[in-house]
């Protein structure tokens, strides 16, 4: 059976309506010459430019780009580039077909989309496609060094596209302040989530309190800090028995809830 081109094959159709691939331009039909009032002739009025036909519309393309918005969400701004398949793949006519995300796959980045036939044939393929995820985040406006204290105006908002980085990055600069960082950057470069800290309140070997609390009691001790450890954080210390215990650091006061 011949095969058809991919347009033909990967029409969306009932899953999405195709649009028109130009618009009808009406033209009156000019005449040559114009007769004057004293009898001589003139020439017409020029002819009107016609309206540029629309441009055509990828329908694999724009159905691709639905499922990434119902997957994705439409906050951001997103890119899609669509591959091409091989050209020795033979597929039977489809009248209808619709795309999908195949098992273990996601819509981001270099990947591919699943085009299911679901009406005239029974077929599956893959497609190779590109999706660029576009945000706002934070770009460090210099080199900023690790254990640096941050603040918003370190770094500068920027559109950035969050499929180069594999975790979340920065989107608000006021999350920084009074933030550290744990490892450097680089000027012009994202800050990702994972690189920032809360600066310790507690260092090791400084003394906290223990306070263990039980059901209608509570007991007070000193201790000492085994770890460096901020405000809500777990912390484990020594107590004066040399016991090793973890609580909660609230305010250089390690809690014990038994």
Known sequence: MRALP?????????????????????????????????GGTAPAAPLASPAPALAPVDPTEQAI????????????????????????????????????????????????????????????????????VFAMVAIANTALSQGAALNASDVRLEEFDLTRENTPLVTDPTTLNGKQLTRSIAAGQPLRVDALRVPPTVNAGDP?????????????????ALTPGSEGQSLRVRTESGRVIAGTLRDRTVELRL
């Open 6 to 38: 991919v347009a033909c094959l990967l029409l969306i159709g009932s899953w999405i309506a195709l649009p028109a691939l130009a618009q009808s331009v009406a033209m009156a039909r000019p005449a040559s010459l114009a007769a004057t009032p004293n």
């Open 65 to 132: 780009r639905l499922l990434a918005e119902r997957e994705l969400g439409t906050r951001n701004r997103i890119e899609i580039r669509v591959g091409q398949l091989d050209t020795r793949v033979q597929l039977a006519p489809c009248a209808s077909a619709e795309p999908f995300v195949p098992p273990g796959g996601k819509l981001w980045g270099r990947t591919q989309v699943g085009i299911r036939c679901t009406a005239g044939a029974s077929w599956s393929v893959r497609l190779p496609v590109h999706i660029q």
């Open 208 to 224: 906290v309190q223990i306070i263990v609390v039980g059901q209608g009691f509570s007991l007070t001790s000193d201790g000492v």
